[in-house]
Each structure stands twice: as structure tokens, then as C-alpha cells.
């Protein structure tokens, strides 16, 4: 069946996608609110909450102020900054999805990436990977970015003494550990020993009184584990503050049995808020979360991702672009036909069975146009057609 694409009005687009940006900004606020009061506990994490909602409004009044001009800045960017992981785990996107490709992006790309985030007031960053602590300098780059907070998914394997120590001086890094339940359910996924180790890394963890958060992909198996409020409880005394409730997207034939039942997505929110009201601690459930505020939230509405080789692409589990910040700014990048064409079109995209963009990948994929299937990298052939935006 052919894609059918229909371009609405730019001005209207404009308007819409400047009301949609303060609707995620008012959600990120409420987000460092809510870090505030979990971190109360920890005087010296409460005053850096404090500082750090200061300056996230600083940065949304930049992307306020790009957003007038036509520029579509999202507050978070999602940076795979290594393909390379020391674990080979089931069902993993990374794995699946972008095999064991080469040619990272340097460091002092890397960096000045960030330089150019700031700039356009981008004041969230995700490190992902692969395992981000496989890249030597990433644990170099927060501290240069006290505005900016970093979120670091890791496998918790290499947390070791040193990474410790970083953590519990810079506070804006925070450790989100991969966890699929007990035991039996992390080390089937993860590998034998995995699990023990990670009791162990969360020990330290609560020792060093890290601001650290667990990231549980909820899969038709393992989903009453990961939601069992003893299982939460255990993790909130060991000084869990943040809980991602990550939905299981398919992105290999074999692992669709893998996918929620309708019941236990229907269940989702409300053991969502029941954990909230119960526990001292930040609950997001993806994707619910997005639909309740406004729906996916990809190719710079609220997020945009960077591959390992800095290919920009709409989402992690998207691995389809259009340009490269080998080649471009990231100002430029975010003015991509791909994104573009995305936030335009994002009628389309409907979270209720789903990540919205997965099931509309063929789609994305005829946007994007790849010469390459690998998708290594891609010819910068968007920014032409979009306006020049002056610095506010």
C-alpha cells in the first residue's frame, strides 16, 4: 500500500508545534519539581535540583524564542554515543537494529554537539549506546555542562569505584540501571551473573547516595515482576528516585510473543499511579506518558536521537536519516526533511498499539530515502530546503 503524505499549513504547523513545546516543557518542569521533593532527603542533591530548575526554565525561554522564528527545538536529546557494549542481551534494539557498525563519531564532534545544544537551549540528554561507559570520555563531559542533566542508560557492569566517585561529585548525571525483574528474568535476558552483579552496583550506589533510577522493560513475561509493588519496594530502599517503565518494542522477527497482551497495556497507567501515590519516587511509563502529552514525541517534538556515527534520526528505534553531523550543525539537522516531514505528519502517529514510529517504519523509511539498507550514515541533502533561522 503506498504512503500517502498530505503537507498542512506552515504557519499553523509553526503555532501548533510552539503551543506543543510549552505543553513538554510545562512536563519537564513538573518532572524537576517532582526530583526536587524525591531528593529532599539529600541536601546537596536538593540544592542541585533547585539550580537545575533555574536553569531549565533559562533554556526553555531559548527555545521559546527559537520556536518564533520557526526553528523546532526539542528540550531532550537522545545520544547513542557508542555501538559497542560488553553485554550481548536478548532482543536488544541496538544489536538488532544497527549490528556492529564503525566509524563513531570523534570526540570533539561529540563535544561540540553539546556546545550546540546548549546554545539552542536543549537542557536534557540522554547517553545510550551500546553501554555509554565503553566510550573512555563520556564521564568527561558532564562536568563542562552544569546546565545540562544527563541521563545515562547502563548495564551497570562497568560502575565501577572511579565511575562511583564521578557520579557522587557530578550531580548531574543520572545512572539508569537495566534491570528485567529478579534473577531468573535478568540474567535469561542479560546473562548468567548479571543480576548479582548489579545487587552489588546498587549497593555502592546507595553508599555513595547517588541520585540513580532503574530502566524496566516490561515484556509479556516479565511484566508482573517488573510492576509488583515488593519488587519497587526493594528497589526504593536501595535508593531507587527514578522509575522507567519501557514497553518492549519488536525489532527482530521471533520476539513478537515478547509484545504486551491489550490487558496488561490497559493496566499500565494505572499501576503507574498507584506506584506514584505509593512510593517516594519519578514513575514514567513509556509510551503512555507521551500519548497522555500530546503523543509521540519524536523527530523534535519532544526528542530527537544521534546514532553512535551521527546519523540524527527521529528515535532510537528508528534508525532512518536523512543527515549527519559530520556533515552539518546541529541546527541545521534539526531542520531536516525527515524531522520536518514527521512533526507535520503526526496525525499519523497513534501510541495506542504501540511505538507510533515502528509501526509506521516503512513510511519513515520512504522519507528518508537510504541508498544504504545498512543505514550507516546518510547524504546531508535536507538543509537546502529550509529557511535560514538567525540566533535569538
Known sequence: MKNTVETPNLKKTQDNN????????????VFFKDALRVAFTNPSQTIFFARTLRW???AAQIRANWSKQGLQVPPVL??????????????CYNQYLRGNRHGEISD??????LEEAKELGISFVVFAGGEPLMRPDVLDIPKDYPEIMFLMFTNGLLVNDKVLEYMAKERNIVPLISLEGYEA??????????YDALLNTIG???????????????????????TDE????????????????????PVREGTEDWVLTEKQKSRVVPIRDRLRAKFSALFIALPWDEEEIGGCLSAGRGFIHISAEGAVEPCPFIPYSDVNLNDVTLKEALQS??????????GLLKEANGCALWEKRNWVKSIANPSDPSLTRFASNATSECPRIEKP
Do not use: P
Open 56 to 58: 531549565q526554565r533559562k
Open 108 to 113: 570533539e564532534r561529540l563535544k561540540k554537539a
Open 337 to 346: 526533511k525527515l524531522l520536518r516531514t514527521i512533526r507535520e505528519n503526526h
Open 78 to 91: 537522545i545520544f547513542s554515543v557508542t555501538s559497542a557494549c560488553n553485554l550481548h542481551c536478548e532482543g
Open 230 to 249: 515488593e519488587f519497587i519496594k526493594k528497589l526504593v530502599e536501595a535508593g531507587c528516585k527514578l522509575f522507567m517503565l519501557v514497553e518492549y518494542t
Open 185 to 194: 528474568n535478568t540474567d535469561a535476558r542479560r546473562g548468567t551473573g548479571v
Open 204 to 226: 555502592k550506589l546507595k553508599e555513595k547516595r547517588v541520585f540513580w533510577g532503574a530502566s524496566l522493560t516490561m515484556t509479556r513475561t516479565n511484566f508482573d515482576e517488573v
Open 18 to 29: 510552539f503551543n506543543f513545546n510549552k505543553i513538554v516543557t510545562g512536563a519537564l518542569g
